[in-house]
């Protein structure tokens, strides 16, 4: 497609990420049953599902930390090569918010979040610097920059982890359980930035256990078991009236705890 073309018509812009019959096994484990995933610019998606249906190998796959076996995975519209440069220029259009922050230890802050973007990006300190003082702000731990992790609570190095994918100007991002390892305080703090996010306009892969964030936020939500994507619909249809056994189960065991 020509570049007048995708303006004249913006319906027929490639998905920010898709997923075509994807497979993928861990030895004898069918980890990823067929898996077909289209998510639209701006798009929120919710992934929910039992603990091992493959929501975390999902998220990694999409973003190449993990092979795929078979079918193919798209990033607007250019399908993920096995390797080299353009792998790592794919990859770094995709964020990724894990459970465990993974921030740098040993680094500052302001150096977690101008690392990549003075490595990958070739921008220059003052540049890095002066985006990430924004970056850090918007998520409101600007006066926490020359600190080290260790010394923030999980909530703000969560904060400052979504801070850091953002620098990178990422075109999707994929957030796996971000508020699972936080104390309860701490939850509403990650999610209020990441409804945030999702209203500016962030094309988003959620997994989450959060329902009512995910009830709020979601565009869609995908429910997963075993493997497979069993279900996927409107939130309102998911949590009003689910039509799969299994997320029917999965519902209510999460209500009644
Ligand atoms: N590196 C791995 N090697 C072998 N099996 C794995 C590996 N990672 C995950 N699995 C298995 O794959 C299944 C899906 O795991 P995962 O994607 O982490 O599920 P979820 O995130 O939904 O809890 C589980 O049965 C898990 O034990
Ligand atoms: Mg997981």
Redesign the pocket.
Known sequence: MSDTQSKQNTSSEAPVIELQHVDKY??D?H?LKDINLSVKKGEVVVVI??????????CRTINRLETIDSGCILIEGEKLPEEGAKLAELRSKVGMVFQSFNLFAHKTILDNVTMAPMNVLHKSKTEARSEAMELLSRVGVDSQASKLPSQLSGGQQQRVAIARALAMHPKAILFDEPTSALDPEMINEVLDVMTELASSGMTMVV?THEMNFARRVADRVIF?DS?AIVEENTPEEFFTNPKNIRAQEFLKSIKTH
Do not use: I, Q
Request: glycine share 30%; hydrophobic share 30%.
């Open positions: 861990y030895g484990l980890v599902g039992p603990s091992g249906s493959g929501k975390s190998t999902l997994v997963m493997g």
